[in-house]
């Protein structure tokens, strides 16, 4: 069965630093993967999503960047913090079937 | 641009009645329609999905409903339990690449 994994759970960082969220994808191959964004009470924001490896297109113009480098890894980064890039972020996947599977997703407080 | 509706206010039922949740949206009709759950500080779960030309769909509790002349889809859950409390999120397809668009969300208070 397919799994997905997002690291790390909870991360409180202080504006201007750097940041690496990490999504893993088992159990499948050549998956579509996404970003999502979440602030309070707000609905999903899809940030970046990957067709393949290397393969990145970007939804919204922001602070973040994301990246490709094997099948099933999807990396979220950013070169300098925001205070408005906290929130709860969340790394999907989708096979041919129309759903979007969600990892447990990663709560960001920047400071 | 696409846009979705869902009711901001939570929604509080007693234990064993019907809740009905409704998700509407502005622009063009999508090829189908999603209603995922999400609880507290976990991700969303899939729960249906409904094409076009459905006009309803069921699965065990739930039925959803997809009216393209209305632009609307409600999603019900019969005889509700508190374990049906969370926050039901409408998705719309938004492009190739199964992309979505999902609607903020509605929360669900299932009292005993």
């Known amino acids: 069965s397919q799994t997905i994994h997002q690291w790390p759970a909870t991360l409180v960082q202080p504006v201007g630093s750097p940041l690496s969220l990490e999504c893993t994808v088992e159990?499948?191959?050549?998956?579509?993967l996404y970003w999502y964004r979440q602030a309070a009470g707000r609905g999903l924001q899809l940030l970046f999503y990957?067709?393949?490896?290397?393969?990145i297109s970007s939804e919204v113009p922001q602070n973040l960047s994301a990246s490709r480098p094997q099948d099933r890894q999807f990396i979220l980064s950013s070169k300098k913090l925001l205070l408005s890039d906290s929130g709860f972020y969340l790394c999907?996947?989708?096979?041919?079937?129309?759903?979007?599977?969600f990892g447990p997703g990663t709560r960001l407080l920047v400071l | 641009s696409q846009k979705i509706e869902q009711n901001s206010e939570a929604l509080n039922i007693q234990e064993g009645k019907t809740a009905t949740l409704t998700c509407n949206y502005t622009?063009?009709?999508?090829?189908?329609l999603q209603w995922y759950r999400q609880d507290p500080g976990r991700g969303p779960v899939f729960l249906l999905l409904?094409?076009?030309?459905?006009k309803e769909k069921r699965k065990e509790r739930l039925k959803v409903t997809f009216d393209t002349t209305l632009k609307q889809s409600l999603f019900h859950i019969t005889a509700s339990q508190p374990a049906d409390s969370a926050t039901y999120l409408c998705?719309?397809?938004?492009?190739?690449?199964?992309?979505?668009?999902f609607g903020a969300g509605t929360r669900l208070a299932v009292h005993p």
């Open positions: 999907a996947w989708s096979g041919l079937a129309e759903t979007q599977y």
């Open positions: 159990g499948t191959s050549n998956p579509n």
């Open positions: 990957s067709v393949g490896i290397g393969q």
């Open positions: 622009n063009y009709s999508p090829a189908y």
């Open positions: 409904i094409r076009e030309n459905e």
């Open positions: 998705a719309l397809l938004s492009g190739g690449y199964n992309k979505l668009i």
